[in-house]
């Protein structure tokens, strides 16, 4: 029903089309506030969080479908940024004090989060150099970070910084609050591929207070790798629904177009690359719908099945959105087809948080090898 009554909301309020228009007008928000005002007023922004905190409590089943349909839709939202994220690591790590503050606000959809953590090229949640160094009434924040999600809009950005140990030591990782408007920080947007937000983020001798720590000194790297999973779940969701788009498409366009006198879907060689589509399509939704289940019901195995579900949703993607383009001709590779701008949504899921070849070596490691 969740899945269904998603489906119909943004068909209508949402479709491709909105998110051309937020592409063509070089919008500064990056979405719509009205429409995400839409989305928390049907809950959504309150869907992983308890009832206490102003939340639905509805699991990660339920976020899944939606992300699922945000993929169909090429739907821009915070619900990444501040919900999965945001508030996953609140729930975490934070205080009683930090969650009765801000996962209240979060649920109203009056605050927006984002989390500050990538420093490399390559995802490595363990490749962390900005630094976090005591001072009399706190702590000092210096380092720069790349690829903050909705970083240029967030009213608090969750800072990844090493209190302890060297860049690539899981242990001596903390996470910080930290206001954007205070001194010393420095936020400029980038503008992604899928015209989606991000934001570069330097920090140059900025002062925070001690209540600014999040979770345990040192001991943030067990609470960021179990949201990580949780955000790459939802993209393998968001990710699979994109691809699921993307394939129907296709199939129609097969069935319509003619050339040499018949429907070019009459072809065997090209339904043979349909098939293998199909069939690779359906794995990926058995191991989206095992990682998201896992999430909900199975944590001991959630992080293998997160990294299950984000490579082959990773690595089918570059395979069908390459196919869908070559299948269309030549219209495929012209912005007044739709598929270029999945392809390039699909091409930063694929990146973010992990691609197949990070995952592929993390299952690896997971399973002893």
Known sequence: MLRDSAQAFLSVEAPV????????????????PELWQRMVEMGWSGML???RWGGLDFGFKGMGALFEQCGHHLTPSPLLATVVLGGGLLLRAGSQAQCQ??????????????????????????????????????WQLDGEKWLVLDGH????LIVVARTSGLPGQEHGLSLFLLDPATAGVQLSRSRMIDSRNAARLQLSAVQIPADALLGALDGGFEPLDAVLDQARVCLAAEGLGLLREVFERTLDYLKQRVQFDVVIGSFQALQHRAARLHVELEQCQSAVAAALAALQDDPVQAAQLASLAKAKVSKLSELLLNEAVQLHGGIGVTD????????????VIQQTFGDAVFHNDRYARLNGF
């Open 101 to 138: 503050r801000w996962l209240p606000l979060l649920a109203e959809g009056k605050a927006w989060f984002a989390l500050a953590l990538e420093e490399l090229p390559r995802h490595d949640p363990r490749q962390v150099a900005c630094s976090a160094t005591r001072t009399a009434t706190g």
């Open 153 to 156: 809009i967030a009213q608090q």
């Open 336 to 347: 007044e087809l739709d598929i270029g701008l999945f392809l390039k949504r699909g091409r």
């Open 49 to 51: 969080l308890p009832e």
């Open 17 to 32: 089309a909105a998110m051309r228009r937020l592409r063509d007008s070089e919008d500064a928000t990056g979405f719509d």
